[in-house]
């Protein structure tokens, strides 16, 4: 099994900055990609970012300019939060996509992180 396991949340004032980090942790054969969905309160979750194992990334138009998103060699992605407003308040979760196992190399699977919060006060 995978386990995603991130870090990084907190509250921060309008104008602050955050960076968020997210491992993929298991016998890991592959994997094609990782994102960050956002939700903030009664809302749904929502796509911030994604970014593929070899540094395609992909912004949600709310965060362009703000954000970066990236990944390294060992399944970490970290997303870096700049120019945070009230707006971004809300549960980060992290999400690693196409993940084969070394047991089962021909499956493909999803897994989810736990949630971190981020809050930003005006």
């Known amino acids: 099994q995978v386990q995603l396991v991130e870090s990084g949340g907190g509250a921060v004032q309008a104008g602050g900055s955050l960076r968020l980090s997210c491992g993929a942790f298991g016998s890991i054969y592959a994997l094609q990609r990782m994102a960050w969905y956002r939700q903030a309160p009664e809302e749904g979750r929502d796509l911030v970012a994604t970014?593929?194992?070899?540094?395609?990334p992909y912004y949600v138009d709310s965060v362009k300019g703000r954000f970066t998103i990236s990944i390294d060699n060992n399944h970490t992605a970290s997303l870096q939060m700049d120019k945070l407003t009230p707006d971004d308040t809300a549960v980060y979760y992290c999400k690693a996509e196409g993940v084969r196992l070394l047991s089962s190399p021909t499956l493909w699977r999803t897994y989810w992180g736990q949630g971190t919060q981020v809050t930003v006060s005006s």
């Open positions: 970014i593929t194992t070899t540094g395609t």
